[in-house]
């Protein structure tokens, strides 16, 4: 399928896996475009991951691409796809150079084109000074970029990314975000974290996993803009703090000598002369994730 092609296709996910019961009645679309898919630990992220990349089969339902089942497609769906397991592990005995041949003739690339193509990843992923080094050498983030290198190596029209920044620090998380924004361009990336800023910084579209069920989906900005003039900041006596936390989703609070100061969400607190806060994206999602325990 060519690029053009990608912006009309559609995943269509319907899952309800008994046993575990790690997701249910999961039905969304993705187009061409960044997707954020963000939940807590245990939401069943990894496990929706997992079946978009076939490791896991959903035990009712389908998932489909282009109009059809990606089980069906078999080979032609995995040739689509490059993908970065949230438990990502490299063979530490070869060089960076070595593993993405190794990778590149298991996914099927000829070798008249794997030698270019690998300069030209390694390149992208800024790992072309460590091309002869062992893996086993490699920081925890020159893994992770290691781990993009060997998903992208076949050009693929759908990038699967679970957790792709855990344990790596503010730097390495500024450089991944910056290589997976710019593979958004042409491909369906869908990154998964619980990591909100992870979400901000590099997707426009978002998914929210609760509890294995998808909460909402929608644009980024967008969804934000539902808790405009709902946000407040104040700073409360220690006092007016334990009541109000009880009563209001408290998104965070800083200690400031013996007062609190706390950004909240909901109606203004009589007690709390606060003012309006700018939302962002941690808000939203405090305040989705309120609403759902409401209605569960």
């Given at each position: ?25 999961v039905s969304f679309t993705l187009r061409k475009g960044i997707y954020g898919l963000l939940g807590e630990n245990g939401a069943g992220k990894s496990t929706l991951m997992r079946m978009m990349a076939t490791v896991d089969f959903p035990s009712k339902g389908n998932i489909r691409y282009g109009g059809k ?124 974290t619980h990591i909100v800023s992870d979400i901000e910084a590099a997707a426009t579209e978002l998914v929210v996993v609760k509890k294995g069920k998808v909460l909402e989906t929608g644009n980024v900005d967008e969804l934000v803009q539902k808790v405009r003039g709902q946000v407040w900041e104040t700073v ?61």
């Amino acid at each position: 399928m060519g690029w053009n092609q990608i912006w009309n296709c559609r995943w269509n996910i319907y899952a309800n896996l008994t046993e575990k019961k790690a997701l249910k009645d999961v039905s969304f679309t993705l187009r061409k475009g960044i997707y954020g898919l963000l939940g807590e630990n245990g939401a069943g992220k990894s496990t929706l991951m997992r079946m978009m990349a076939t490791v896991d089969f959903p035990s009712k339902g389908n998932i489909r691409y282009g109009g059809k089942d990606i089980f069906g497609m078999d080979e032609g769906y995995r040739s689509l796809i490059g993908y970065m397991p949230q438990d990502y592990s490299v063979y530490p005995g070869f060089t960076a150079k070595d593993f993405l041949e190794y990778m590149g003739v298991l996914k099927g690339i000829p070798k008249t084109k794997l030698k270019d193509r690998i300069m030209e990843i390694l390149e992208f992923v800024d790992l072309s000074k460590a091309a002869d080094k062992k893996v086993k050498t490699f920081s925890g983030g020159m893994k992770r970029r290691i781990g993009i290198a060997q998903a992208i190596i076949n050009e693929p029209e759908i990038l699967i990314l679970d957790e792709p920044t855990a344990g790596l620090d503010p730097r390495e998380r500024i450089r991944f975000s910056n290589i997976i924004s710019d593979m958004g361009k042409d491909k369906i990336v869908l990154l998964s974290t619980h990591i909100v800023s992870d979400i901000e910084a590099a997707a426009t579209e978002l998914v929210v996993v609760k509890k294995g069920k998808v909460l909402e989906t929608g644009n980024v900005d967008e969804l934000v803009q539902k808790v405009r003039g709902q946000v407040w900041e104040t700073v409360v006596s220690q006092k007016v703090y334990q009541q109000l936390r009880k009563e209001r989703s408290v998104i965070h609070l800083k200690q400031v000598g013996r007062e609190v100061q706390v950004r909240f969400i909901g109606e203004e607190y009589p007690e709390a002369e606060g003012s309006r806060a700018e939302p962002t994206l941690e808000d939203y999602y405090v305040f989705a994730g309120g609403i759902m325990e409401e209605n569960s």
